[in-house]
């Protein structure tokens, strides 16, 4: 009994495994996390299999798919938002007034370079990352939904990362 349930599994598995990994790959754009969390699919669909009802498999093994890779996505924003929180443009006391200057030089040029920003998103941006505000903050000085705030960093983001030069950011 046990071996033919082993051998559905894998059937299963070659039948989905190529349309899954297409799934997943659309949301998280990355080859090598499409595959391990195509794996990790199967392995949440044996663990939800007594739960099925029967109804659409492809579809509810498409949802588990689908709901994976955009988990993955929210924890690996999360995670690169962690480490641009609390950057500080305030420097250290240095050495030189020219390091002073040069430090001064550079925070003009990003400021400036904000400046270029569509209206909305330079406000926000301005108070993530120069003054280093949450976005529970900003969303209250600004009156806007805290979600709002996530949305303009991320499109600004976008936006920079497609209209600006490297030397500009």
Not at 15 to 26: A, D, E, S, T, V
Not at 36 to 60: C, N, R, S
Not at 65 to 82: F, L, Q, S, V
Not at 100 to 113: A, E, Y
């Amino acid at each position: 009994m046990k071996q033919g349930n082993q051998q559905a599994l894998r059937m299963i598995i070659e039948r989905y495994k190529g349309y899954l990994f297409k799934i997943i790959y659309n949301v998280v754009r990355d080859e090598t996390e499409a595959e391990d969390l195509t794996q990790e699919t199967f392995i949440k669909m044996v663990d939800a299999l007594p739960d099925y009802e029967a109804k659409g498999f492809k579809t509810w093994l498409s949802r588990i798919a689908y709901h994976k890779a955009i988990d993955a996505k929210r924890k690996r924003n999360r995670r690169h938002e962690e480490l641009t929180e609390g950057f500080e443009w305030q420097s250290t006391p240095s050495d030189s007034a020219e390091d002073d200057w040069l430090q001064q030089q550079k925070q003009n040029k990003v400021v400036g370079s904000i400046q270029k920003l569509p209206q909305g998103y330079r406000g926000v941006v301005h108070a993530y990352y120069i003054e280093g505000k949450s976005y529970s903050i900003i969303a209250h000085e600004q009156c806007l939904a805290e979600k709002t705030v996530e949305m303009r960093l991320y499109r600004a983001r976008k936006w920079m990362k497609n209209n600006w030069e490297e030397d500009e950011f």
